[in-house]
């Protein structure tokens, strides 16, 4: 047992230095990313502060205990790459950039190293691109797959500086039009008016056509006839046209970028891509280390690739959501009613499994399978986005206009008879012919009574068939009454038993038979006898 006991204990031990090991590894990656990270947009509000890269490096060293309690991380799993942390909007739009006199200050991916570097290497792979068999490897020896990964998060940070740029040319530019920001909401369009619109005195006199749309031109050019800026400085519309051309050239690096990232990844995973696009593709595999890690990975799982394991203080909480990951910012899951997305990015990331097992068997290389896939989870969002089944409304019968069908029965004869019309109803309906009918009222109101009072009105009698039906014994049983009735013999109901005497007070008799008794008595001693007056003693008669 001892044996069995060190065993165990040893094994433990190993797991634990396992960890160990795997945690070192981790934060030796994350220290290996942090200087590329840097140059970055992820930065956020601390690339206000001027001074040089090493400055900044130096003081987000010495600042690194309070950005682990703040920071915000993603699942990654083992073998995969961190990716790049998209700024929120509101944060943004917190900044206060109208301080800042160089837009370099703020955004300092254009021309860095990494940029460059990433670039030339989309270019090399653009002029020479893979073979099938190089595409067919396994991604951990594929040496283009990182550079998808990689091209992947610096579309990310493009999209970053766009956004602090195009924050900066509205802060700068708010002087001489306040307005536009307004008017003009996409920030593409908003950069294009401003170079239009230039630090110009009169804005009404600027063709926008193919700028912006009809509507917004009509809008610009009423606003602009009203508003209360002023004309730009020399120095400050520099700064401003400065800030459109490096707006400019992240534009064309991020089409470029993706680009070069929709076409490979249709040839990496053309499946997986088919349902949930490019660029989250790509984002899955970055975060999951390749295809083999989303093959192996239970289905359950999938769409919490890129979940948010924390949120801090003072981030904005308005669009993070709990349990959600680079699916549910799919286009497919943001399409779907917001009520339905969290059961749809399940589905979703279940059918991404399937796809990713697919192109790691490198089969339908088309991407056939993806798209039924899509199809499939297509139809599931419009099951559950189907109304309810409506009432079905039943036209009406065809009139008939022949016999209606009478209920009948003896139930029904009852009813009948008993709102019948009377006899008595009958003869004041009727009139006599040539003759008066009398009437009857008070005051103001009289009723005629047609023929009643000039015959028998006769008592309504049933209908046969209504009859109760009795049996032999209940019809000599009523005769026997009837007769009983009909005879002398029938005692009054009134008739009482008690009789009060002067000597006993109250006696208990049969008045009925004290009666038979006294008619039997005079039946036999007075029924042929005479009577006479016989006057009282003391009277006078007279003869």
Request: hydrophobic share 35%; aromatic share 4%.
């Amino acid at each position: 047992m001892s044996s069995l006991a060190d065993e165990l204990l040893a094994d433990l031990e190993d797991l634990s230095g396992g960890e160990d090991n795997y945690e070192d590894n981790e934060e030796h990656a994350q220290d290996a990313e942090q200087p590329v990270a840097s140059g970055s947009s992820t930065a956020g509000v601390k690339r206000k502060a001027s001074g040089s890269d090493d400055e900044m490096s130096d003081a987000e060293g010495g600042e690194g205990g309070e950005e682990e309690e703040n920071a915000v991380g993603t699942l990654v799993l083992e073998g995969g790459v961190k990716p790049a942390e998209e700024l929120d909007a509101e944060e943004v739009q917190r900044m206060e950039l109208g301080k800042v006199d160089d837009v370099r200050k703020v955004a300092k991916l254009d021309g860095s190293k990494r940029m460059n570097d990433i670039l030339k290497e989309i270019e090399k792979y653009q002029a020479n691109p893979s073979t099938p068999e190089q595409m067919a490897m396994p991604t951990h020896s594929n040496p283009e797959y990182n550079l998808i990964v990689q091209a992947n998060n610096l579309s990310v940070d493009v999209d970053n500086e766009i956004m602090v740029v195009h924050k900066f040319i509205r802060d700068h530019y708010a002087p001489k039009f306040p307005e536009l920001e307004q008017l003009v909401t996409d920030p593409q369009m908003y950069i294009r008016s401003v170079r239009a619109l230039a630090n110009s005195e009169d804005p009404t006199k600027v063709n926008l056509q193919g700028i912006l749309p009809p509507a917004i031109i009509m809008s610009v050019l009423v606003t602009a006839t009203t508003t209360a800026g002023q004309q730009l400085p020399d120095a400050e519309w520099k700064a401003v046209q400065r800030a459109c051309d490096l707006a400019d050239r992240l534009e064309e690096a991020r089409k470029k970028i993706f680009m070069y990232v929709s076409s490979r990844m249709n040839i990496l995973a053309p499946n997986l891509s088919a349902i949930v696009g490019t660029t989250t593709a790509a984002k899955l595999l970055g975060v999951a280390g390749g295809l083999s890690g989303i093959a192996k990975m239970p289905a359950c799982n999938v769409h919490l690739l890129g979940a948010q394991k924390k949120i801090a203080a003072g981030f904005s909480t308005v669009t993070q959501k709990k349990h959600t990951g680079f699916i549910f910012q799919s286009e497919i899951v943001q399409q779907t009613p917001p009520e339905y997305r969290m059961k749809v990015q399940r589905t979703v990331g279940a059918k991404c499994a399937l796809a990713a097992r697919m192109d790691l068997e490198r089969q339908r290389r088309d991407g056939s399978y993806g798209q039924q896939l899509r199809e499939k989870i297509e139809k599931h969002i419009d099951r559950l986005a189907a109304p309810p089944p409506s009432k079905i409304v039943k036209a009406l019968p065809i009139p008939n206009d022949g016999p209606k069908k009478r209920r009948g029965g003896k139930r029904a004869r009852k009813a009948k008879e008993a709102y019948a019309q009377t006899e008595l109803r009958k003869l004041q309906n009727r009139m006599a012919f040539g003759e008066p009918e009398e009437e009857v009222g008070a005051f103001d109101q009289t009723k005629g009574l047609g023929m009643i009072g000039t015959g028998k009105v006769r008592a309504n009698v049933g209908e046969a068939k209504s009859r109760a039906k009795l049996s032999k014994a209940n019809k000599l049983r009523i005769a026997a009454l009837t007769k009983a009735a009909q005879s002398g013999t029938a005692t009054s109901g009134t008739a009482t038993s008690l009789t009060v005497t002067p000597v006993q007070g109250f006696e208990l008799t049969n008045r009925s038979a004290a009666a038979q008794r006294v008619k039997e008595a005079n039946e036999r001693w007075f029924s042929n006898g005479t009577f006479s007056f016989v006057g009282q003693k003391g009277t006078n008669t007279k003869k």
